[in-house]
């Protein structure tokens, strides 16, 4: 599918159009938009019943994919980096002006996280732009889908393209979520990486 010359298009063109996809990821099952498409933002927090406060965050098979949209890693940041790119890590970072406040709740910093699943590596390469808005697969105050069975139940009538994981499962367990600041890192929330 993902070496389908025509679905990669139509997969371009439906995401250009606001569309949202849901995949898996090494964690739990995320659903994703252009970090661009206010209309896919918007529909996510839709189908979601997200609160406006919590911003999405960015997620690509790459951080140089990702820089664009920081003003800039700090030290601390970039050895976090090092250490666990790919997984379960989400660091947030100052905001460049590329990243749209609609997104990160009129925040001025975005979390940026490369998942370590093969699939959705694959997913990235194929997207123009190879970066997604992303946030759980879920109704916001369930649990995270873990599997595609749950994903579909929770959101596939709400999406417009549901990815099978093709043997890539994820483990189940939310990412660690750390604010990284000059040369400080906060936790603000424990997942199965330990700062």
Same mark, same amino acid.
């Given at each position: @599918? +993902?070496?389908?010359?025509?679905?990669?298009?139509?997969?371009?063109?439906?995401?250009?159009?606001?569309?949202?996809? $849901?995949?898996?990821?090494?964690?739990?099952?995320?659903?994703g938009c252009l970090p661009t498409s206010e209309k896919g933002v918007e529909k996510i927090y839709n189908m979601k019943g997200r609160d406006r406060s919590k911003? +999405?965050?960015? @997620? !690509?098979?790459?951080?140089?994919?990702? +820089?664009?949209?920081?003003?800039?890693?700090?030290? #601390?940041?970039?050895?976090?980096?090092?250490?666990?790119?790919?997984?379960?890590?989400? %660091?947030?970072?100052?905001?460049s002006d590329l990243t749209p406040d609609f997104m990160t709740s009129g925040m001025d910093t975005v979390g940026i996280r490369v998942p370590d699943n093969k699939?959705? !590596?694959?997913?990235? !390469?194929? %997207?123009?732009?190879?970066?997604?808005? #992303? #946030?759980?697969?879920?109704?916001?105050? @369930?649990?995270?889908?873990?599997?595609? $069975?749950?994903?579909?139940?929770?959101?596939?009538?709400?999406?417009?393209?549901?990815?099978?994981?093709?043997?890539? $499962?994820? $483990?189940?367990?939310?990412?660690?979520?750390?604010?990284?600041?000059?040369?400080?890192?906060? %936790?603000?929330?424990?997942? !199965?990486?330990? %700062?």
């Amino acid at each position: @599918m +993902l070496n389908n010359e025509q679905f990669i298009q139509t997969l371009n063109q439906t995401l250009k159009n606001g569309g949202v996809i $849901a995949f898996v990821t090494d964690t739990v099952w995320g659903v994703g938009c252009l970090p661009t498409s206010e209309k896919g933002v918007e529909k996510i927090y839709n189908m979601k019943g997200r609160d406006r406060s919590k911003p +999405l965050i960015l @997620m !690509s098979n790459s951080v140089e994919n990702m +820089l664009p949209y920081v003003k800039f890693v700090p030290e #601390t940041a970039q050895k976090l980096i090092n250490e666990h790119f790919p997984g379960a890590l989400t %660091i947030i970072l100052k905001k460049s002006d590329l990243t749209p406040d609609f997104m990160t709740s009129g925040m001025d910093t975005v979390g940026i996280r490369v998942p370590d699943n093969k699939f959705f !590596s694959q997913l990235c !390469s194929v %997207i123009e732009g190879d970066v997604l808005a #992303t #946030t759980s697969a879920n109704v916001s105050t @369930m649990p995270s889908a873990k599997t595609y $069975a749950e994903a579909n139940e929770y959101i596939g009538q709400d999406v417009d393209y549901i990815f099978e994981d093709c043997g890539h $499962a994820c $483990a189940g367990v939310e990412s660690t979520v750390v604010l990284a600041k000059d040369d400080s890192v906060k %936790i603000l929330r424990q997942g !199965s990486v330990k %700062i």
